[in-house]
């Protein structure tokens, strides 16, 4: 048995106290991440330095009395590393200004292995368990396919999906194939933190929830389940989480697909999602992030009352429903992260 609460949450084994880290710990709500941004002249460059990714992972760590790390990165080092021409604009986020919108852009990613590509992100985990030194779990991640794809078909973020909706609808195939070529290398980019050191994996599928039942099913979940299936061949040891931001009218589904844990959103009433699920997968979540805007009292409150939701039961990871916002303070993550632990304690 795991000596960390995180692990042996994830596994649905008893702990001493529920274990707690959130989506975003490192991030721009830190003055000591934003000094550590200086460094890099942008994002990217940012994540592919990784004495400056170690240090911001840790930055957390070094304030709050957290159950986990996870590795500072970006969902998009894929498409980055095949090829893909990659900028991140003030203000819009992350955007393709190439986007893949055509078999031919396919066949030219088709030719590309980007592991290689990847080094930086696994000499980061190498860099932040040594200094760990195994007092803290290490979460290693990616997005999923379907997640990675609409950025790579949109070109950005979007608020209708078209594009990708419409090859979906018009070229399935054509999507498939990407879909497919996605699952594929995110396996093995997992597989490879894995030997770099990460102690559990997290796969965010961010954008699963703006697609129909079926094509849920057909072409977000059936993906993520090909990657736990081949991760667990090869690390049947590892945890893993997937989390569908707007998918808890899924959980069912997602609850046979071999991992370990599903993360909630704030929409996914916990108790109920627990009824559904029974004993078969470990539960990540669920606090608003915005609660983090309310009175330290409001804070406690909330943390208690899902605490209180989920019960005494094995397997319950407590994190927010979506990432930490950049003008959140932490001060009142904090009172986030004591809260949990005192009302918890066993």
Known sequence: MSKHNYIRALLKQPVERTPVWVMRQAGRYLPEYRKARKKAPNFMEFCKQPELACEVTLQPLQRFDLDAAIIFSDILTIP????????????????????????????????REPLGDLQYVMDAIKLVKHELADKTPLIGFAGSPWTIGCYMVEGSGSKTFSQVKRLLYREPTLLHALLSLLSKHITQYLLAQVKAGADSLMVFDTWGGVLSGPCYQAFSLDYMSEIVAGVKQEAPHIPITLFTKGGGQWLEAMAVSGCDALGLDWTTDIANARHRVGNRVALQGNLDPCVLYSSPEGIRQEVKNILDQFGSHPGHVFNLGHGMYPDMSPEHMQVLVDAVHEFSQS
């Not at 992350?94 to 088709?110: G, I, W």
């Open 80 to 111: 980055d590393a095949l090829g893909m021409p990659l900028e991140f604009i003030s203000g819009q986020g992350p955007v393709f200004p190439e986007p893949l919108r055509d078999e031919k852009s396919l066949v030219a990613l088709q030719e």
